[in-house]
Antibody
């Protein structure tokens, strides 16, 4: 059974870059999409972006160009970098496996989620 | 950008049926998914492709999607169903979440 585990610093200073890694165990990272989602305290879910195992990516336009998502198939993991962070980036960050497909209409949903990691932006 | 709208809260008595709606422009022309998030836990996929249930999700949970509205229906509601529920769709190659609905089982 596939399991995801997020890792990275729990505290990041304002204006610096947040870096997280998601380790995929129990299955291959190949042939799937891999997403990052975050949840600020007491708020809803916000999709950050995804990476396909081939390396192609897409991110939430609201985050502009601050997001970089990459994949390392040799290590069966993918990563998130979010630059120029502010207090508004304080959140629980989740990684998740995405399933994509369809014909005339396309679907994307996330069927396996990590436990999440809390990141606080503060000096 | 595409938006999905959910009611902030829904209340239901134990044993009754709860319906949580998710509205978006021509949402019926897209596929809707639903996630359940219990307090302090990660989200769990409960419905995908409008009306499909992942293995392990009870038949009491069902989904539908037509017109501008997707609906998650929970029949014979139990205390264990008390959670936040999020709808999600795929639009212009991006993932869109609804704002979430807190289901309270009174």
């Amino acid at each position: 059974q596939v399991q995801l585990q997020e890792s990275g610093p729990g505290l990041v200073k304002p204006s610096e870059t947040l870096s997280l890694t998601c380790n995929v165990s129990g299955g291959s990272i190949s042939s799937y999409y891999w997403s990052w989602i975050r949840q600020p305290p007491e708020k809803g879910l916000e999709w950050i972006g995804y990476v396909y195992y081939s390396g192609s990516t897409k991110h939430n336009p609201s985050l502009k160009s601050r997001v970089t998502i990459s994949v390392d198939t040799s290590k069966n993991q993918f990563s998130l970098k979010l630059s120029s962070v502010t207090a508004a980036d304080t959140a629980v960050y989740y990684c998740a496996r995405g399933r994509y497909g369809g014909n005339n209409y396309y679907y994307y949903y996330m069927d396996v989620w990590g436990k999440g990691t809390t990141v606080t932006v503060s000096s | 950008s595409y938006e999905l709208t959910q009611p902030p809260s829904v209340s239901v008595s134990p044993g009754q049926t709860a319906s949580i709606t998710c509205s978006g422009d021509k949402l019926g022309d897209k596929f809707a998914s639903w996630y359940q998030q219990r307090p302090g836990q990660s989200p769990v996929l409960v419905i995908y492709q409008d009306d499909k249930r992942p293995s392990g999700i009870p038949e009491r949970l069902s989904g539908s999607n037509s017109g501008n509205t997707a609906t998650l229906t929970i029949s014979e509601t139990q205390a264990v169903d008390e959670a936040d529920y999020y709808c999600q769709a795929w639009d212009s190659s991006t993932v869109v979440f609804g704002g979430g609905t807190k289901l309270t089982v009174l």
